[in-house]
C-alpha cells in the first residue's frame, strides 16, 4: 500500500471510529436524543459509494465496515468480500465497495502478498510451502502468491531455518545425543518442528543433520 494509500486509510478509519455507535431502537424522543451529530468528513470517507444502505445487524455500511477491517491490519480481496459478505451485505455492496477501495489504492493483492510473505518470513520464520498455503487461504491469486514468494530465495529459506535451529538446539548436549535411539528423538523432534513451518523435508533433514553433528 503507497503512503498516500495509508494517509487516505488513516485518516477515513478514524473518522469512522470517532463516530458514535448509532441509537438504539427506542421512543422518538429517546432516538432523536441518541442521534449522532456527522461532523465534516474526511477525503477518503467522503468518496464512499452512493446508495451505500446499512448491516441490518450493526446499521453500519459496506464501506464503513471495510474501513473498520482496514484499520486492524491489510487484507486481500477474497479476505475483505468474504468477511462482509458475512455482514449481510448484498453481492451488489460488497462489489461496489470493494471497486472503490481498490481504485483507492486501500486494497492490493500483489502488496498484501508481498507484505505477508515478508513479515511471517523475518517474524514467524514461516518457510515458502506454509506461506504458500496461507496465501491461499486468504484467497490470492497463485500466480500473484508466486510472485511474492519469489522474495523468499532458497538461501534466505534455510538461513532461516537454521536459526530456527539453533533456538532449539541451544539447550542440546553431545550427551543429549550420545544414544542412537536420542539422537534419532530428537532428529525427529526438530525436522517436525521445521516440516509444520513450512520447510521442504529435504532442507529440514539436512539442516537437523548438521546441527547435531554440530553437537558432537
Known amino acids: ?50 446508495g451505500r444502505s446499512s448491516s441490518a445487524s450493526s446499521g453500519a455500511s459496506p464501506w464503513d465496515s471495510a474501513l473498520r477491517l482496514l484499520g486492524v491490519r491489510a487484507r486481500s480481496h477474497a479476505e475483505l468480500r468474504t468477511r462482509l459478505l458475512d455482514k449481510d451485505f448484498s453481492p451488489a455492496q460488497v462489489e461496489e465497495t470493494l471497486a472503490r477501495l481498490t481504485e483507492m489504492g486501500l486494497i492490493d493483492d500483489a502488496e498484501f502478498a508481498r507484505q505477508w510473505v515478508e513479515s511471517r518470513h523475518r517474524n514467524n520464520g514461516r518457510g515458502r510451502i506454509a506461506l504458500r498455503n496461507e496465501l491461499r487461504g486468504k ?42 535411539a536420542d539422537r534419532d528423538k530428537h532428529t525427529r523432534r526438530l525436522v517436525a518442528m521445521l516440516a509444520r513451518r513450512g520447510y521442504p523435508a529435504n532442507v529440514a533433514f539436512d539442516l537437523v543433520r548438521s546441527a547435531l553433528d554440530d553437537l558432537v
Not at 522474495?151 to 548436549?173: C, F, I, N, P, Q
Open 1 to 50: 500500500m503507497d503512503p498516500h494509500a495509508i494517509d487516505r486509510l488513516r485518516s477515513a478509519t478514524e473518522e469512522i471510529v470517532a463516530r458514535p455507535r448509532p441509537a438504539v431502537a427506542g421512543s422518538g424522543r429517546e432516538a432523536a436524543s441518541r442521534a449522532p451529530h456527522r461532523g465534516p468528513q474526511s477525503a477518503a470517507a467522503s468518496e464512499a459509494p452512493a
Open 139 to 180: 484467497g490470492v491469486d497463485p500466480a500473484v502468491a508466486e510472485s511474492a514468494l519469489a522474495l523468499v530465495g532458497d538461501d534466505d529459506e534455510r538461513d532461516r531455518a537454521a536459526d530456527l535451529l539453533d533456538r532449539k538446539t541451544a539447550s542440546l548436549s553431545a550427551a543429549d545425543i550420545a544414544d542412537r
